[in-house]
C-alpha cells in the first residue's frame, strides 16, 4: 500500500489519513483516520493545503452488516489513560514522593532539619520522568485525583505543574530548579499551623482563616533561618499576593514580586480549583481558564499566565468533553486568543465556542 500527497479539494470520503496531519505544532487529525465529511470540514476548517493518504483502490468506507453484534462504546481518554502502563507507574510513584515529602516538610518545620534543594528538585524529576512529555505530564496529573486536602500532596502537584510552566516558558534548568522547589516549599508554613484548622473541610470561621493567612510569613521566616534561596523563600512569602494588591499578607504589587512568586500564585489557584476535595469535586479545567481570563490579567502577570492557559487547553486537545447543553464532543482545535474557547466536533457538526456564547465546556471525559 503505498502514500500519495493530494490537495484537499481532490480529497474523496473514505480515504485514510497516511500521516498526522498538524497545523503548526497542532495536531489536527491522526494518522489513520478515515476521511468522513466531519474529517474534511475539519482539514477545510483549518486552512490544510494538502493531506497524505493511502494510495489504494479501496477507498469506500466499510459498512457493517447488520448481522454483526454492536461493538461496545469506546472508552473516554480518561479511562483509556488510567488503565495504561505509564499512569498507573506515574501514580504510584506519586504516591511514594507525597509520602517521603510529608516526612521532609515536617521534619523541616519541626525537627530542625536542612533543606536540600538538590534532594527536593531529584525527587520531582522522579516522578516526572515516567511521562514522555510536558503534555503528556499534564494530561496524567489532570486524571489523578485525591479526596483530601493533603497540604503535601497539593505542595507536590504545586511543583510539578510550576515545573511543567517553566518549560513552555523555555526556562533554563536553574530556573526550573527554582520554581519546582519553591512549589514544593510554598505552603511549608501550614505545617506549623494546628492540624483542625488545616484539615477542617468545612469553612472557616474568622478567627481560623486569619491563622491561615500567616502561613507565608510562618514560611518565609523558617526558610530564611535555614538560608534558603531568596527566590525559593520569597515564592513561599508572596504566593498570595496579587498584582494589582489585592492579595496577602503584605498587598504587594506586581512590580515588587518575584517570578518564583508570580509563577506559584498561578499555578497554585489552578491546582486548588480544579483538584476534587472531601467535601466538593474539582471544577472543569475550561472553567477555571475562562475564570482567569474574566478576572486573571490584572492579578496575574500576563508574561506567565497566557502561556499556562493556552498549554492547559492545549494539552486536552482530542479530548471529548460534555457541553453545557448535555451534548458530547472532541475538541479538534485550540484556540490561542480565548484559551477557553476551542472549535469542537459534535454530532458530525463544527462548533467553534468562541460563536458561541450560550455553550460552554462542563467536563472532560
Request: aromatic share 8%; glycine share 4%; with cysteine.
Amino acid at each position: 500500500m503505498g502514500v500519495k500527497q493530494i490537495m484537499i479539494h481532490k480529497v474523496s470520503l473514505g480515504m485514510k489519513i497516511a500521516e498526522d496531519v498538524y497545523k503548526g505544532n497542532q495536531l489536527v487529525v491522526k494518522k489513520d483516520k478515515e476521511i468522513t465529511k466531519e474529517v474534511l470540514d475539519v482539514l477545510q476548517y483549518s486552512s490544510i493545503v494538502s493531506v497524505a493518504v493511502y494510495d489504494n483502490d479501496s477507498t469506500e468506507p466499510k459498512t457493517v452488516s447488520q448481522d454483526e453484534p454492536t461493538a461496545k462504546a469506546p472508552l473516554s481518554h480518561s479511562e483509556k489513560l488510567r488503565q495504561s502502563a505509564v499512569f498507573k507507574k506515574f501514580e504510584e510513584e506519586f504516591n511514594e514522593k507525597t509520602e517521603t515529602l510529608t516526612h521532609s516538610l515536617n521534619d523541616i518545620a519541626k525537627k530542625n532539619d536542612k533543606v536540600n534543594i538538590d534532594e527536593l528538585f531529584s525527587s520531582a524529576n522522579e516522578i516526572m520522568e515516567h511521562a514522555t512529555n510536558t503534555y503528556q505530564l499534564m494530561d496524567i496529573l489532570s486524571n489523578i485525583r485525591y479526596f483530601d486536602d493533603s497540604t503535601y500532596a497539593h505542595s507536590l502537584n504545586v511543583a510539578l505543574l510550576a515545573n511543567i510552566l517553566g518549560h513552555w516558558l523555555h526556562f533554563d534548568e536553574e530556573k526550573i530548579k527554582k520554581i519546582t522547589v519553591a512549589g514544593m516549599l510554598h505552603d511549608i508554613g501550614k505545617v506549623l499551623i494546628p492540624k483542625e484548622i488545616i484539615q477542617k473541610p468545612g469553612k472557616l470561621t474568622e478567627e481560623e482563616f486569619q491563622t491561615i493567612k500567616t502561613h507565608p510569613l510562618l514560611g518565609y521566616r523558617l526558610l530564611k533561618s535555614k538560608n534558603v534561596d531568596e527566590d525559593i523563600s520569597q515564592a513561599a512569602l508572596l504566593h498570595h499576593e496579587k498584582c494589582d494588591g489585592t492579595g496577602y499578607p503584605t498587598r504587594v504589587t506586581g512590580d515588587k514580586t518575584v517570578y518564583t512568586a508570580k509563577i506559584i500564585a498561578i499555578v497554585d489557584v489552578y491546582e486548588a480549583m480544579t483538584a476534587n476535595r472531601c467535601y466538593r469535586d474539582g471544577i472543569c479545567p475550561f472553567h477555571v481558564i475562562r475564570m482567569f481570563e474574566d478576572e486573571g490579567y490584572a492579578k496575574y502577570d500576563p508574561t506567565f499566565l497566557i502561556p499556562f492557559l493556552r498549554g492547559i487547553a492545549d494539552t486536552y486537545l482530542h479530548n471529548t468533553v460534555l457541553l453545557s447543553d448535555g451534548s458530547q464532543g472532541e475538541i479538534i482545535l485550540t484556540n490561542a486568543a480565548v484559551p477557553s474557547r476551542p472549535a469542537l466536533m459534535v454530532n458530525g457538526q463544527l462548533i467553534d465556542l468562541n460563536k458561541r456564547s450560550d455553550l460552554t465546556i462542563d467536563k472532560i471525559l
